[in-house]
């Protein structure tokens, strides 16, 4: 079945650091992929997607490109900010009949230091 | 309201008790999906509603839990004799139907413990 890993943490970092946070995936077909973020004390926010080959998600600052030779969406930061401490799940949405579900990785805490 | 709305926030019982937990979607979204997360874990699918029908239950871990939707907006996730390991935040999410699977908005969750 579907799976995502996911670079396990804490990851802890200096502000104005580089981040990357890696996530592989495993899925038949075309699956959309996903970065996902949860603030303390919040629910889960889409944070930014892909839906094919070479797409680059970005959001925030944040970016992912989908590459699907690697099955690879890693999530990368030029210069995180304190209030960028969360907790980031790679997720991926299925292809075929299950184009509704997202399959989730075990998350990784970013922690940010001023 | 504007976002997804879930309660209560927290449950504290006992094992061996019922519990209900109540999901409140976005205004208009048709399909409703449940997850669960355990503590150090992504969420993993529980359960997807399109309308007031589960169009597709296989995540539901066994037959103590159920979900309905009787009137195709607010959900419910019941759970029977509960167990230790039961304990979890339970999530839901919503989305505006078919055509936008992609966009799933997260409730903030019920922290369930089971004693």
């Known amino acids: 079945g579907d799976s995502v890993t996911q670079m396990e943490g804490p990851v802890t970092l200096s502000e104005e650091a580089f981040l990357t946070i890696n996530c592989t995936y495993t899925?038949?077909?075309?699956?959309?992929l996903f970065w996902y973020v949860q603030y303390p004390g919040e629910g889960l926010q889409l944070l930014l997607k892909?839906?094919?080959?070479?797409d680059k998600g970005s959001n925030k600052g944040f970016e992912a490109t989908y590459r699907k030779e690697t099955t690879s969406f890693h999530l990368e930061k030029g210069s995180v900010q304190v209030s960028d401490s969360a907790v980031y799940f790679c997720a991926l949405m299925g292809s075929g009949g299950s184009n509704y579900k997202l399959t989730f990785g075990k998350g990784t805490l970013l922690t940010v230091n001023p | 309201g504007a976002g997804v709305s879930q309660t209560p926030s927290n449950k504290v019982t006992e094992k061996g008790k019922y519990v209900e937990l109540r999901c409140d979607p976005i205004s208009g979204h048709t399909a409703l999906y449940w997850y669960r997360q355990s503590l150090g874990q992504g969420p993993e699918f529980l359960i997807y509603f399109q309308g007031t029908g589960a169009a597709d239950d296989s995540g539901l871990p066994n037959d103590r839990f159920f979900a309905v939707r009787p009137e195709g907006s607010v959900s419910t996730l019941k759970i029977q004799r509960t167990e230790r390991g039961d304990s979890a935040v339970y999530l839901c999410?919503?989305?505006?139907?078919?055509?936008?699977?992609?966009?799933?908005?997260f409730g903030p969750g019920t922290r369930l413990t089971v004693l």
């Open positions: 899925a038949t077909g075309y699956p959309s």
């Open positions: 892909a839906t094919k080959a070479d």
């Open positions: 999410a919503s989305t505006p139907g078919k055509g936008h699977y992609n966009e799933q908005f």
